[in-house]
């Protein structure tokens, strides 16, 4: 291995291939929202219902009691995210691998998952309105065990959405939430995680399980697991995924830019209970 004792005539290899790490990504888009894309950004409103006429039981000669539906408009914007990473024009004509592949490919991760924050806990003030924002409180822990949920919780969250709802819905929670999930039993000594099988998703109680970094861990008066219909949720992409590569903009320094931006926004169009919160106890 020493070069002066004859290491210097041992030819070295390069691997033509670039091994790319693994990161935590955003779930969202695997819960089935709702998804509008469109080729322009102007505001999108949606009509929703908020509540339905009531019928009363009414006597003979009694005027009926007028009881009328209720509206509301739920609107979507188009927020920018953006990614810019320039390299020296060597590098990309010099390069052994497909290095503008890979800057294409963590550019739309790095969007994805800026984007995938804010459709979780975003708080609709210059950003998306995430599902944790409008998304009703299903259920609160017990005190005295910082914040934690119990088998009978998840139970309590599950039919506290409605039926018309449960159907379709989807549990959400980071990873370590997922794992305490799996050590939770009924009280015949049962465990409620259903692993899936042949490609199948794991399920909670028949329901399929979503994994998200940005859904808060559990603690004191956290909101750290969501249970619904996605399908409420609406997600905007306006224009598409853009990468772009210039040759210009940094010509006197001979570097090469590329440029990552998606525009979109994120609203639960239904907030009349289509996403319930299970939320630790304050105590």
């Avoid at 390069?14 to 819960?31: K, R, T």
């Avoid at 009280?187 to 998200?212: E, F, H």
Wanted: proline letters at 4%.
């Amino acid at each position: 291995g020493v070069a002066a004792s004859g290491g210097a005539t041992v030819p070295t290899t390069f691997y033509g291939q670039l091994v790319e790490h693994m990161i935590d990504n955003s779930g969202v888009m695997q819960a089935n929202p709702t998804v509008l894309e469109t080729a322009s950004g102007e505001t999108i409103e949606i009509p929703v219902t908020t509540s339905y006429s009531s019928a009363t039981l009414t006597a003979e000669n009694v005027a009926l009691t007028e009881s009328d539906p209720a509206f509301a408009k739920r609107s979507l914007g188009a927020y920018k995210y953006g990614a810019l990473i320039q390299a020296p024009r060597e590098l990309i004509d010099d390069t052994g691998v497909d290095l503008e592949g890979f800057l294409a490919r963590q550019c739309g991760r790095a969007l994805g998952n800026a984007f995938g924050v804010d459709l979780v806990v975003g708080n609709a003030v210059g950003k998306p309105s995430g599902v944790v924002q409008t998304a009703t409180t299903g259920v609160t822990g017990g005190a005295g065990v910082g914040g934690a949920f119990t088998a009978d919780n998840l139970i309590d969250l599950h039919y506290a959405v409605l039926s018309s709802y449960r159907q379709n819905a989807t549990w959400m929670m980071r990873d370590a939430s997922i794992a305490a999930v799996r050590k939770l039993k009924d009280t015949t000594n049962q465990y409620i995680w259903t692993p899936g099988l042949a490609g199948s998703p794991d399920t909670i109680m028949g329901r399929p399980v979503v994994s998200d970094p940005n859904v808060a861990a559990v603690a004191l008066g956290a909101k750290s697991v969501i249970f619904g219909d996605f399908g409420a949720y609406f997600v905007r992409i306006a224009g598409g995924v853009r990468f772009e590569r210039s040759t210009d903009f940094a010509f006197n320094t001979d570097q090469i830019t590329f440029k990552a931006v998606l525009r979109g926004d994120g609203i639960l169009a239904d907030q009349t209970g289509a996403v319930k919160l299970f939320v630790g106890n304050a105590a």
